[in-house]
């Protein structure tokens, strides 16, 4: 039997809903906000304006804007990104959120729970080991490597790590595309 792969399997990791925020409510305590319909909240203070995204507790409702931008010069912004926040473009809601330097500016982290699917063709037949499998990510989802090769083979965490040979650790988190090898069971 040669040591290459016989099939080549794509994986496909896809967000189905925007994450929930992980972030302090001041009103009721609440760990967790949410984007809602996803609205953008522009104010104009003389030749300054201020932008924000606008999320709401999960517990009380509260809303809470979030900074996207502060006392920015109106002539810094191109006329159609300025429409686009004015239209809440639900494209530029994602893009804003799944942005690192705007969670970090805005101090939340994101809960990927449930917000994700992994679409994975059906196992291929017994005979055909070892398999090669390329999982792609639409979405920077943060997910374990381990975990996710569990849940798409249906095998338990201890099995993926004794068959598995994957091009990245295992055990460390990652939102970026890699390859794994499912080797033949014993």
Known sequence: MSSQPHIVLPWVVRRTRLPLLSLRCVDCGSESATTGKGRFRVNANGKQLHVWLLVRCVSCNRTIKLAVHERAPVSSFDPAELDRYHANDPALVAATLLDPLFARRNRFALDWAGAWRLD??????????????????????????????????????NEVLRRIKCDIPLRRTTSAGFTFTVMAGD
């Open 120 to 157: 994975a063709p059906p196992a291929s037949p017994v005979e055909a080991w070892p398999v090669r499998v390329e999982v792609v990510f639409e979405d920077p989802v943060p997910v374990r490597p381990e975990r996710l090769i569990a849940q798409g083979l249906g095998l338990s965490r």
